[in-house]
């Protein structure tokens, strides 16, 4: 671009010409992709306002420090000046839609779509533009509809497998009632040596711990409204911590429990309470893969309106670059189809829901604790008797 004040022509064309070039400079400054041109030496020339703000130079610094050759990571610009010069990529001294990383001023990848030219005169390569818009926006919306995807598929896993589980505990309920029924007739009705009578019982014990599974099993998959009533998180601890214990996954674990006595009661919904229990003891108990120590504290904050509860494992714990983003619907540092980094999101909305809080603390080698509270409420029991 020929920016030169012509010496020849009258003040009339010469005012023109200014009026022209002012109009370009706007043009090019204000476009809403960003521009950089460079000379052959790739001492850059222009260098608009989107450029200033894609890359975090002023304009002053990219016209006087830097390279063209700069702003692409390991010899880049090499390969998109071969590129330019082939016919390949929308004829020679042309470059469409090339995805490409650039480097910002702070050292951050950007990737970029790029067109690009080469400037001729006289068949000589005198400088070369670029037009390039910012694709970080555009790759995490892609991201973001990819992951939604994935959770999309995983939620409908998730809820014709609770389906299946509510189903095949109901079958199950039958069976296990005529157990039950059958092993106490026998137990009444005839006369049986001590040891069978022990054998019974613990046929009836198992049986009425297989009924309670089912049973919390209904419950879990049930979907409920949200009903929001007096409770004891004491009690959704234990529940949960009775649907999971037996699970081969929590074999080598050891559970310590210590529950604050009678605790005051929260306002909440039973069921999210349980998944939000259920979800962080999931997560602890995966992390520490099968061998550790779980333990699970309640008890009253000092200043008394609020109950807290503590979730502790004895797992590799969360590096601190990670922490902050633990809460953060996708997060997940689980392979791809294990996770699906919406666990502690939802955790979270429970919680906030609750108008509680909560907060993550570890040291890598040393566990984690997750610390939820929750406001108590002053109404009393109001809810816990139709669970039973
Ligand atoms: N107890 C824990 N110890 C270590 N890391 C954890 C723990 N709980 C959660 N995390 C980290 O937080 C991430 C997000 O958890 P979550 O939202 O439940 O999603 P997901 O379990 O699907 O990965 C996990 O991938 C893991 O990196
Ligand atoms: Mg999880």
Not at 108 to 128: D, F, H, Q
Not at 322 to 347: A, D, H, N, R
Request: with cysteine.
């Amino acid at each position: 671009m020929d920016f030169d004040i012509p010496t020849r022509g009258g003040l009339e064309e010469k005012l023109q010409w200014t009026r022209t070039n002012a109009f370009l400079r706007n043009l090019i400054h204000s476009a809403v992709d960003g521009i950089i041109a460079a000379d052959i030496k790739g001492k850059i020339l222009t260098f608009n306002i989107v450029a200033t703000e894609v890359f975090g130079y002023t304009k002053n610094e990219a016209l006087t420090n830097l390279n063209v050759r700069d702003i692409y990571p390991n010899n880049k610009a090499f390969e998109v000046m071969r590129l330019l010069r082939s016919e390949e990529y929308g004829g020679k001294g042309k470059l469409r839609s090339y995805q490409t990383d650039v480097i910002g001023k702070n050292g951050k990848i950007i990737p970029i779509s790029l067109n690009a030219a080469i400037i001729y005169e006289e068949g000589r390569e005198v400088a070369t533009i670029g037009f390039f818009h910012d694709m970080r926006e555009e790759l995490r919306i892609k991201n973001v509809l990819e992951k939604t995807h994935i959770q999309l598929m995983q939620a409908e896993k998730m809820s014709s497998l609770g389906k299946l589980a509510a189903d095949v505990a109901h079958q199950l309920n039958n069976p296990l009632a005529g157990i039950t029924l059958f092993a106490k007739l026998i137990m009444e009705e005839y006369d049986l040596e001590e040891g069978v009578k022990e054998d019974l019982s613990r046929i009836l014990k198992d049986a009425k711990r297989c009924l309670d599974i089912v049973k919390e099993l209904l419950e879990f998959t049930r979907q409920t409204g949200h009903l929001m009533r007096p409770h004891d998180v004491n009690k959704a601890i234990s529940r949960t911590l009775f649907l999971l214990e037996s699970q081969a996954l929590f074999q080598n674990i050891d559970i310590e429990k210590d529950l604050g006595f009678s605790l005051p009661f929260v306002q909440a919904d039973i069921q999210q309470l349980k998944h939000l229990f259920m979800n962080i003891i999931l997560n602890a108990v995966h992390v520490m893969e099968g061998k550790g120590k779980l333990t699970v504290k309640s008890y009253l904050l000092p200043d008394s309106n609020r109950v807290c509860i503590e979730i502790s494992d004895t797992g590799p714990g969360i590096s601190e670059d990670i922490l902050p983003y633990i809460f953060e619907p996708f997060f997940t540092t689980k392979e791809e189809g294990e996770g699906t980094g919406l666990g502690l999101s939802m955790v979270y909305d429970i919680v906030e829901n609750h108008g509680g809080n909560i907060k993550a603390r570890s040291k890598p080698g040393e566990g984690t604790t997750f610390i939820v509270e929750f406001p108590i409420t002053a109404k009393a029991n109001g809810g816990d008797e139709s669970e039973e």
